[in-house]
């Protein structure tokens, strides 16, 4: 998973990770990097997560993305993860997404900034 993170940083509140420009998220790479931001969590003993993913390029189907809302709802340890993608927040995937996680109490949003994403994170 280090492959496609640029910097990974633990703060007060919890993690911060910068994927790398281009990277690609799509069907195969979207399960293992969720459980490896959720398994970092559990290392630093927080639940609060912002992954900057503003240039990174996602191709990921609806159906996966109801698979990663099933599986971070069974997780021990309620996370909650900010993503910020600004060319992909208020698009229909990504609200599919929250609504997947909302439905089975998972916190999980997209933001168009970190500014944004941190006051979310916080609260």
Not at 83 to 90: E, H, S, V, Y
Request: proline share 3%; aromatic share 8%; with cysteine.
């Amino acid at each position: 998973m280090e492959h496609i993170i640029e910097s990974k940083k633990e703060t007060d509140w919890g993690l911060e990770v910068v994927l790398k420009e281009g990277v690609i998220i799509d069907n195969d790479s979207i399960l293992p990097a969720i459980k490896y931001y959720l398994d970092q969590c559990q290392k630093i003993n927080k639940n609060k997560v912002i992954v900057d993913a503003s240039k990174i390029i996602r191709n990921v189907s609806i159906v996966k993305f109801l698979e990663v809302a099933e599986i971070i709802q069974k997780e021990p340890i309620r996370v909650k993860i900010a993503f910020i993608p600004p060319q992909l927040a208020n698009v229909s995937e990504s609200n599919a997404m929250e609504t997947f996680s909302y439905n089975r109490g998972v916190k999980l949003q997209y933001f168009q900034d970190m500014a944004a994403a941190l006051e979310w994170v916080l609260q």
